[in-house]
């Protein structure tokens, strides 16, 4: 609870900001043929970022639910957070699927680059 969903367009700038309820749940919606970066913050904690196109083929008029779980953690003096400030996740129209899903190229290169920040992440407040 207490973090604040942030939807920017393609051009970044703010069309709708969100606040998470008691259980840190946000639920919004999103127009179609349109690209988004979502940004998820708390105060004290790391902020997030998801890029979300909800670009559809043009024979494809269903409405869609797609959930992401995003977790925030706090803080860590030294923690290089740098990979952090590109999105953690892409999500996008899959065709052979019929679905909204996540990039898988890039999902996997993110999170070889995330494995990295929380294995340092683990060792600095094992030692704190």
């Known amino acids: 609870s207490g973090a604040i969903l942030k939807v920017l367009n393609s051009n970044n700038y703010l069309v709708a900001s969100y606040f998470a309820d008691k ?11 349109k690209k988004f970066k979502i940004i ?3 105060k004290g904690y790391v902020a997030k970022i998801v890029e979300i196109d909800t670009n559809l083929p043009s024979d494809v008029i269903n409405a869609f639910i ?55 992440y683990y060792t600095l407040t094992k030692t704190n």
Do not use: C, W
Request: proline share 4%.
């Open 66 to 120: 797609f959930g992401v779980d995003v977790a925030l953690f706090a803080v860590v003096p030294k923690l290089n957070t740098d990979v952090l400030l590109k999105p953690v996740a892409r999500i996008q129209y899959d065709k052979m699927g019929k679905e909204f899903n996540y990039d898988a190229s890039y999902t996997h290169k993110i999170n070889g680059e995330l494995k990295k920040m929380y294995k340092e």
């Open 40 to 42: 998820i913050q708390k």
């Open 23 to 33: 259980k840190g749940k946000i639920s919004f919606r999103l127009p179609f043929d």
